[in-house]
C-alpha cells in the first residue's frame, strides 16, 4: 500500500563527472520502521541521502511524502517536510558551545535577542527523554566524537523531524557507544518515527533494522526483510560474490625485534598531564601487535610520537637498531617504517591533489620519479596506474581523479597501496578499516596478513574488538596513557578486553577468582 509509506525515492539518477552514482534506484520507507542502506564504499548510498535532504538534485526521479509529489531543492526544504540528517563527517561549528550548535538555524529570537531559557528547557528534555546526555555548555571542540554525534542528533530532535537520516553513524564510536546508539534508534521507532540507516556493518543491521536496500555499484540491488536473511546473503548481495566473514591466518612466526619503544613519554595537546606516560613495548618481525583501548587513552599520542607526527619529552624510539626517537618523518620513511593514519583526510592524503600525486607523495625524490629537480610525469603515471590495477582503487576518472572526490574507502585504499608498495620493515596501522565495507575490510584485512607472512613488523591500532581478536598475535591493552595488559587473542575475549579497555580490570580480577 502506497500510504504505508512515509517517504518514497522513485527512479533517482544522479551524476557526476565520469560516474552515475545513482542509477534509477528506488526506495520506500514505511512509516515507523528502521530502514538500513547497505553498499560497498562507492556504492551510492551518500549520494541518494543526500539527494533526499536536498544537497544534491536529482537529473531523473521523484520524492514522495506520504504520497504526494515533493520538492526538496535544499536541507531547509527538508527541515520543513520534517526530514533530518546526521552526516557521516560532523557538521559543527567546533567553537561554538553544544546549544548554539543545536539551535543554529532556527534560532527564536525576541527584539532581536536570543530566547536562550526557551531553547535550553526544550534542548533539556529531549536529551532527557532519549538517554541522550550532554552538557549544553560545553565547547564542541573539547567533547568525545561519541557526544559529538548526540549534538547531530538532538539538532534533528529539536527541529521536530520525524523521518532520521543516519549516515555511517557507527563508524567513529566505541562499543559501548554503539549499544547506546542502537537503543537510541530503538527508541525512535517506538515513537513513530522513521529512521534511513545507511551503514555496511552487518551485524548492526541484523540487530536494529526491519528491511535493507542494498546498492551496488550506483544500482538498486532489492530489498529484503531482516527476518528472513542471513549476514552471508547481505554481504553477497553487497559485493556480487561470497565474502569471507572470517579470517584465516598462518601461526606467527615471530623473528627479532624491529621496533623497541621504552619509556616512551608524550604531552597531551588538551589537558597538562601526558597522554603517554612511559609507555614500553617491542614489536617483532612476523607478527602484528594490536593496541587496543577506548578512544583518547593515549592511542593516538603515542603513534604521533612514533611516526615523528608529535615530539616526544621522554624515552626513545628504536627501529632496526637505528635511534629514531628525534628523527624527521622522511627519515623514518628511508629508515623502513610506512604508517596508514587515523584521520585518512589530515594525515593520509593531500585532498586536493590527484591520486597520483598522492600516490608518490613519499617517493616523488627518487630517481625513478624525479630528474634534476623534474617530476617524470610518465613514470608517476604509470606507476600509479600500476597500483590502481593491483590494489583495485575505484575512481571517476583514474589516476587523474581529485583525492577529495573519491569515496572513503577507496581513498583509504589509495593510503594502503602507498604505505605496503614501499616495502616497509615496520607497518603501523591506525584504524586501518574505519568506515569501510566489508569487501574492503576483507581487502585490508589480507593485505596486513601478507605483511606479517612476509615478515614484516606490523603495529597495529584498533577500536573494533572484532578486528583486534581476529587480526592480532598479540594484543596490549592501554588505558589512560599507560598499557594495562598483554593479552594472547586465543586465551581472552570481548568481555575481558573491553574490561581493561574500561579501567575496570581490578573488577574483572576479583570476579573471576570469586
Not at 603517554?276 to 587496543?292: H, P, Q
Request: glycine residues 8%.
Amino acid at each position: 500500500m502506497a500510504d504505508d509509506y512515509v517517504i518514497e525515492m522513485l527512479h533517482i539518477t544522479k551524476e557526476f563527472p565520469g560516474i552515475k552514482a545513482n542509477d534509477d534506484i528506488t526506495l520506500q520507507l514505511k512509516r515507523g520502521e528502521i530502514h538500513a542502506l547497505l553498499g560497498e564504499n562507492g556504492a551510492g548510498k551518500s549520494t541518494l541521502m543526500s539527494v533526499l535532504f536536498g544537497l544534491y538534485q536529482a537529473e531523473q526521479g521523484v520524492i514522495k511524502k506520504d504520497g504526494k509529489e515533493v520538492q526538496v531543492k535544499d536541507p531547509n526544504d527538508a527541515n520543513r517536510l520534517k526530514i533530518g540528517m546526521v552526516h557521516q563527517h560532523f557538521k559543527l561549528v567546533e567553537c561554538f558551545t553544544v546549544l548554539d550548535n543545536i539551535i543554529l538555524g532556527v534560532e527564536d529570537t525576541k527584539n532581536g535577542f536570543l530566547q536562550y531559557d526557551a531553547a535550553r528547557k526544550k534542548v533539556m528534555e529531549l536529551s532527557e527523554r532519549y538517554g541522550l546526555r550532554v552538557d549544553p555548555d560545553a565547547y564542541v571542540s573539547d567533547i568525545s566524537v561519541g557526544m559529538q554525534q548526540r549534538v547531530e542528533i538532538l539538532k534533528m530532535l529539536y527541529r521536530d523531524n520525524e523521518i532520521l537520516i543516519f549516515d555511517e553513524p557507527t563508524a567513529v564510536l566505541t562499543p559501548q557507544e554503539i549499544d547506546e546508539l542502537m537503543e537510541i534508534m530503538r527508541g525512535f521507532k517506538k515513537e513513530g518515527k522513521s529512521i534511513l540507516f545507511i551503514t555496511h556493518k552487518l551485524a548492526e543491521i541484523m540487530a536494529v533494522a526491519d528491511r535493507c536496500t542494498v546498492l551496488r555499484k550506483g544500482k538498486c540491488m532489492g530489498t529484503v526483510e531482516i527476518a528472513g536473511t542471513t549476514k552471508e546473503q547481505l554481504s553477497k548481495l553487497m559485493v556480487g560474490r561470497d565474502v569471507q566473514l572470517t579470517i584465516d591466518k598462518k601461526p606467527c612466526k615471530s623473528g627479532e625485534a624491529i621496533l623497541q619503544v621504552r619509556d616512551l613519554v608524550v604531552p597531551s595537546k588538551v589537558h597538562n598531564n601526558n597522554a603517554v606516560r612511559g609507555v614500553s613495548f617491542d614489536v617483532k618481525a612476523g607478527e602484528i601487535l594490536c593496541i587496543a583501548g577506548i578512544e583518547g587513552n593515549g592511542q593516538t599520542e603515542l603513534v604521533y610520537g612514533i611516526t615523528g607526527l608529535e615530539k616526544v619529552t621522554g624515552g626513545s624510539v628504536t627501529l632496526k637498531g637505528q635511534d629514531i626517537t628525534a628523527a624527521g618523518i622522511r627519515q623514518r620513511s628511508k629508515a623502513g617504517m610506512s604508517h596508514i593514519p587515523e584521520d585518512r583526510h589530515k594525515h593520509g592524503l593531500v585532498l586536493d591533489y590527484s591520486l597520483e600525486e598522492n600516490l608518490v607523495l613519499q617517493r616523488y625524490w627518487e630517481p625513478q620519479f624525479e630528474n634534476h629537480g623534474v617530476i617524470k610525469k610518465d613514470a608517476v603515471r604509470s606507476y600509479a596506474e600500476e597500483l590502481i590495477q593491483r590494489f583495485d582503487i575505484r575512481s571517476g576518472q583514474g589516476a587523474i581523479t581529485k583525492a577529495r572526490s573519491m569515496s572513503g574507502g577507496n581513498q583509504q585504499k589509495a593510503i594502503i597501496a602507498r604505505e605496503i608498495d614501499k616495502q616497509p620493515e615496520l607497518l603501523v596501522a591506525v584504524q586501518p578499516t574505519r568506515g569501510l565495507d566489508v569487501g574492503a575490510i576483507e581487502y585490508i584485512h589480507k593485505q596486513l596478513i601478507a605483511e606479517r607472512d612476509a615478515g614484516k613488523a606490523v603495529l597495529l591500532v584498533s577500536l573494533e574488538l572484532d578486528e583486534v581478536m581476529d587480526l592480532s598475535d598479540r594484543i596490549l591493552v592501554m588505558y589512560e596513557g599507560e598499557i594495562v595488559g598483554e593479552f594472547d587473542p586465543k586465551q581472552t575475549d570481548v568481555q575481558e578486553l573491553g574490561l581493561y579497555m574500561a579501567g575496570a580490570k581490578n573488577d574483572y580480577k576479583k570476579a573471576k577468582e570469586a
